[in-house]
């Protein structure tokens, strides 16, 4: 018993604490108006103080919300009608009142308080021999209906209702049922040009006028007109009224021309752009990377070439090709890496001195040199003099 008073304090409590409903005052300002939710039950009839509620109970009830019974009612016989069981629990509330919770526990397909209510199904409650289907709600239902018959109870005969022809411009007519009313609706599938409920709206299509020139193909979609053109390889822009600068730019079929697109001061251009091959440069791929032709550098030797970026077309760049040289291999020299090192063709250190030979990088008119320079002697033990000949 005690630890039942202490649960129904802490509810007391918490619906005292809980925030309720505000309502409007007399004068526009909001007052607390804590029976707006009527939280009382059993016929119980709310009280609204200034800071919360009470509850006045009806006979033979009592509680917080009325929602205990000062009798044992599972005592009066047939109390949970409809041959219902009658459960009862007893409680100490305050002040030692005992009061009781009862509750009936209803056979199938009934429900209420002391189970006095039958489920509509029952009843045969959808005519015209139509089938009742209880719904997982209790109490609700849906009637599913006999051919030439609708409704929420199967009473209305099903109406033609494509015989009118409601769909217009050809629109094709469909009778369909409408599930949240159980009533039969028109469902118009439109052609062409025409939108709408009945068909009666027509489309507009932004291709009417021809928009696309140059033999672009133009494709309508939406309903506001809206259209995109499919542009030939020879034309570009929203309309296909650019000619494609690739057209006349062949680059000389040694690179691809891709479309480079700029805008100045808000005007939008098109220019073709040549992307040559690796040993190819210039604005139209004409000019040949010299590094390219054949033994350019002897011996092994790696040519390397300047290369020049230039602009024009508002900003488009090509390359252009500089001044030559050729990267040697170390016993190796010349223009061309045409020259062996002295110390192989002419080894001047004697008495087996280790011959050292630099080169030098030599800038001339047509590119850079790797030039040798004079031979040096490292003597072995004992020997001195420039080319170790001195003992």
Same mark, same amino acid.
């Given at each position: 018993?005690?630890?039942?008073?202490?649960?129904?304090?802490?509810?007391?409590?918490?619906?005292?604490?809980?925030?309720?409903?505000?309502?409007?005052?007399?004068?526009?300002?909001?007052?607390?108006?804590?029976?707006?939710?009527?939280?009382?039950?059993?016929?119980?009839?709310?009280?609204?103080?200034?800071?919360?509620?009470?509850?006045?109970?009806?006979?033979?009830?009592?509680?917080?919300?009325?929602?205990?019974?000062?009798?044992?009612?599972?005592?009066?016989?047939?109390?949970?009608?409809?041959?219902?069981?009658?459960?009862?629990?007893?409680?100490?509330?305050?002040?030692?009142?005992?009061?009781?919770?009862?509750?009936?526990?209803?056979?199938?397909?009934?429900?209420?308080?002391?189970?006095?209510?039958?489920?509509?199904?029952?009843?045969?409650?959808?005519?015209?021999?139509?089938?009742?289907?209880?719904?997982?709600?209790?109490?609700?239902?849906?009637?599913?209906?006999?051919?030439?018959?609708?409704?929420?109870?199967?009473?209305?005969?099903?109406?033609?209702?494509?015989?009118?022809?409601?769909?217009?411009?050809?629109?094709?007519?469909?009778?369909?049922?409408?599930?949240?009313?159980?009533?039969?609706?028109?469902?118009?599938?439109?052609?062409? %040009?025409?939108? !709408?409920?009945?068909?009666? *709206?027509?489309?507009?299509?932004?291709?009417? @006028? +021809? /928009? &696309?020139? $140059?033999? #672009?193909?133009?494709?309508?979609?939406?309903?506001?007109?809206?259209?995109?053109?499919?542009?030939?390889?020879?034309?570009?822009?929203?309309?296909?009224?650019?000619?494609?600068?690739?057209?006349?730019?062949?680059?000389?079929?040694?690179?691809?021309?891709?479309?480079?697109?700029?805008?100045?001061?808000?005007?939008?251009?098109?220019?073709?752009?040549?992307?040559?091959?690796?040993?190819?440069?210039?604005?139209?791929?004409?000019?040949?990377?010299?590094?390219?032709?054949?033994?350019?550098?002897?011996?092994?030797?790696?040519?390397?070439?300047?290369?020049?970026?230039?602009?024009?077309?508002?900003?488009?760049?090509?390359?252009?090709?500089?001044?030559?040289?050729?990267?040697?291999? %170390?016993?190796? !020299?010349?223009?061309?890496? *045409?020259?062996?090192?002295?110390?192989?063709? @002419? +080894? /001047? &250190?004697? $008495?087996? #001195?280790?011959?050292?030979?630099?080169?030098?990088?030599?800038?001339?008119?047509?590119?850079?040199?790797?030039?040798?320079?004079?031979?040096?002697?490292?003597?072995?033990?004992?020997?001195?003099?420039?080319?170790?000949?001195?003992?």
């Amino acid at each position: 018993m005690e630890k039942t008073f202490l649960l129904f304090l802490m509810v007391a409590l918490f619906v005292k604490c809980h925030f309720l409903p505000v309502g409007p005052g007399n004068n526009g300002m909001p007052v607390n108006d804590f029976c707006l939710m009527n939280q009382c039950k059993n016929g119980g009839i709310c009280k609204s103080t200034e800071f919360s509620f009470y509850c006045e109970c009806s006979n033979g009830f009592t509680g917080s919300f009325c929602e205990f019974m000062m009798d044992d009612k599972c005592k009066i016989e047939n109390y949970c009608e409809n041959e219902g069981t009658c459960h009862s629990s007893q409680m100490l509330l305050p002040n030692s009142i005992v009061a009781y919770q009862v509750n009936c526990m209803c056979k199938e397909d009934y429900f209420g308080d002391r189970c006095q209510n039958k489920h509509p199904c029952l009843e045969n409650i959808c005519q015209n021999n139509g089938k009742c289907t209880k719904s997982w709600i209790l109490g609700e239902y849906t009637c599913q209906c006999t051919k030439g018959f609708e409704g929420k109870h199967c009473d209305l005969p099903t109406p033609n209702l494509c015989d009118s022809n409601p769909c217009a411009n050809n629109g094709k007519c469909y009778q369909v049922k409408n599930k949240s009313t159980s009533m039969s609706e028109v469902f118009c599938e439109c052609i062409g %040009k025409f939108k !709408g409920l009945t068909c009666s *709206e027509e489309i507009t299509n932004g291709c009417l @006028n +021809n /928009p &696309c020139s $140059n033999n #672009g193909t133009c494709v309508s979609y939406g309903e506001l007109g809206m259209y995109y053109c499919i542009c030939p390889k020879t034309h570009l822009g929203k309309h296909c009224q650019i000619e494609n600068p690739c057209n006349v730019k062949s680059c000389n079929g040694k690179g691809q021309c891709n479309i480079q697109e700029f805008i100045t001061n808000g005007i939008r251009t098109f220019v073709g752009k040549c992307e040559c091959l690796a040993q190819f440069g210039g604005n139209e791929c004409e000019l040949e990377n010299p590094c390219y032709k054949t033994d350019v550098c002897k011996n092994g030797g790696i040519c390397e070439v300047e290369r020049h970026m230039n602009h024009v077309n508002g900003g488009i760049g090509f390359v252009t090709f500089g001044l030559t040289s050729c990267r040697c291999p %170390k016993l190796y !020299g010349g223009k061309f890496c *045409e020259i062996l090192s002295p110390c192989i063709t @002419n +080894n /001047p &250190c004697q $008495n087996e #001195g280790y011959c050292n030979v630099e080169r030098s990088h030599i800038w001339e008119n047509s590119g850079s040199v790797d030039d040798f320079t004079k031979p040096t002697c490292d003597c072995k033990l004992g020997y001195s003099g420039e080319y170790c000949e001195m003992n």
